[in-house]
């Protein structure tokens, strides 16, 4: 049975140069990488993926650490989805519900 102490959401923020042409491909690259993997834009610059379990989050990691482009700062949290429930949304000043996990047949 799944738990939602062992599922488990991943998020990627990161801050990537973006003046020069090749940065931009760069940062452009690692973006649509991200998209590749599963994961879905929250905010611009922060992706959010549902994960199984551990060593799913482990795999895509080190996914990630080899999309990694030269320069700028990346942080990859990943936090259980009973953590996840506990996130306050606003939408503007409108409060939104709390997120639900997919469906287990939306996962594959």
Not at 53 to 65: I, K, P
């Amino acid at each position: 049975m799944l738990s939602g102490y062992r599922l488990m959401w991943m998020v990627v923020m990161f801050d990537l140069p973006v003046i020069e042409k090749a940065e931009r491909k760069a940062a452009t690259q690692f973006r649509n990488g991200l998209l590749n993997l599963g994961f879905e834009m929250s905010q611009f610059s922060v992706y959010m993926r549902f994960c199984t379990s551990q060593a799913q989050v482990d795999t895509l990691c080190r996914a990630v650490e080899r999309a990694l482009p030269q320069g700028g700062k990346v942080n990859i949290f990943q936090f259980t989805d009973k953590q996840y429930e506990r996130a306050i949304t606003y939408h503007g000043r409108n409060k939104q519900p709390a997120q639900k996990a997919p469906d287990q047949f939306d996962l594959f």
